[in-house]
């Protein structure tokens, strides 16, 4: 769901009892009205969570995938990918606001919850796995594990699963579980953020776009996914209010008011942070790759994408209605990294880079050393990807 909305209308019934012992009843709609604190800390606090994936996501895109695990390694989208992918998007988004019209929210919700508990567990894990690493006690013994799941025998066996793990790893996700537990037993707000940062996190450093133009082709067609289905539609809206998943990052208006039981929330969709994340990573790999120890075209899109948030709130709150967040971040994300690019001629490289992951020389594809990814332009010039 690719959305930045304000907090549902809230239906109060008041029950009153008239002079002839009649019981009257009258249903009034009280539509919530944040306070201008309530409204700054909620949506300053959507914007900082949406930052913190798309920068630490990206910082560890540049990593390039050096993991053993299978499921670490990124997924390559070409543009032959960013050009459908609007359409399965639209498919599955209309898919599911048939489901919420046709079957109970209840058991669709809950079918969903459970996938998510699952998914969510994972990713948390993967995301804490970093951190674990560096604050881990020395003095502790560290075990190692693998999961192996093979096909057939002899000869014709293949692994199917081959997947690595410690001491570590484990705590992560006994903590990760934890949280999974209290999501699907309470689906407290903070519980879903969690998950949700975890997602996008996630996604920003594990899909990697392979070219500039492959990024331009999916940006722009998302835009035009997203205008069309909040402007044309109620699709998007409905489907964000009855779908109860950790896809979207959520903050109480009236936390100030109720504390940690605030239940008017404003939302933001994990599209509007991934999407324009992946770009923005990959335009920080494409600065490591220029060896000029500058990070010019990554400060430019992280400040572009501040900016294109910032105006969609704006925006929001000054027509009082739900906005494509995408509508706003596509062209401040794409446009302003461009003129920085054609003010520095570096524009035509830019569009002729192109990503290569696992690494091979794309002219005869033979594998080199390493798992870095490797920059290649048509002047035949590689640019190794190293961490920055």
């Keep these: 769901m690719d959305l930045l909305g304000a907090p549902e209308e809230t239906l109060d019934g008041l029950n009153a009892t008239d002079s002839n012992g009649t019981d009257a009843v009258n249903a009034t709609v009280a539509k919530f009205v944040a306070t201008p604190e309530g409204t700054a800390l909620a949506y300053g606090s959507l914007v900082f969570m949406a930052l913190l994936p798309i920068f630490f996501g990206a910082l560890r895109s540049v990593s390039c995938g050096k993991s053993k695990n299978s499921s670490d390694m990124p997924e390559t989208i070409t543009g032959r990918d960013a050009a459908r992918f609007p359409i399965i998007a639209s498919c599955t ?55 192996l799941f093979t096909q057939g025998s002899g000869e014709t066996k293949e692994e199917m699963v081959n997947y690595e793990f410690d001491t570590k790893d484990m705590i992560c996700l006994v903590i990760s579980t934890v949280v999974g537990v209290w999501y699907i037993l309470k689906k407290h707000w903070i519980a879903n953020n969690l998950f949700g940062l975890a997602f996008a996190l996630n996604g920003v450093e594990l899909l990697h776009l392979n070219n500039i133009s492959t990024g331009c082709i999916l940006l722009g067609g998302l835009f035009v996914y997203d205008v069309f289905w909040v402007f044309g539609t109620n699709v998007m809206v409905t489907v964000a209010k009855s779908f109860e998943a950790p896809i979207k990052l959520v903050f109480p208006q009236d936390l100030l008011e109720k504390g940690l039981g605030a239940s008017q929330f404003a939302m933001l969709g994990l599209g509007d942070i991934v999407i324009p994340g992946i770009f923005i990573a990959l335009l920080l790999r494409f600065d490591v790759s220029l060896k000029k120890n500058t990070r010019t075209y ?11 948030l910032g105006l969609t709130i704006w925006v929001m709150h000054t027509f009082k209605h ?53 920059f290649w332009s048509d002047s035949g010039d590689g640019h190794t990807c190293t961490t920055p």
């Excluded at 494509?324 to 596509?330: D, F, G, R, T």
Aim: with cysteine.
């Design 93 to 147: 988004l209309f898919g599911l606001y048939l489901f919420f019209k046709i079957f109970s929210q209840e058991y669709i919700n809950l079918l969903l919850s459970m996938y998510f508990f699952v998914l969510g567990i994972l990713a948390l894990s993967h995301t804490m796995s970093p951190f674990m690493n560096r604050i881990f006690p020395a003095n502790i013994p560290i075990k190692q594990y693998q999961l």
């Design 322 to 374: 739900a906005q494509p967040a995408l509508l706003y971040l596509v062209p401040a994300c794409i446009g302003f990294p461009l003129v920085v690019a054609l003010l520095k001629g570096e524009l035509t490289e830019m569009f002729s880079a192109v990503e290569w992951f696992p690494c091979s020389d794309p002219k005869n594809d033979s594998e080199k050393e390493g798992n870095e990814a490797v």
């Design 298 to 308: 990554f400060h430019t899109s992280f400040l572009a994408y501040i900016f294109g």
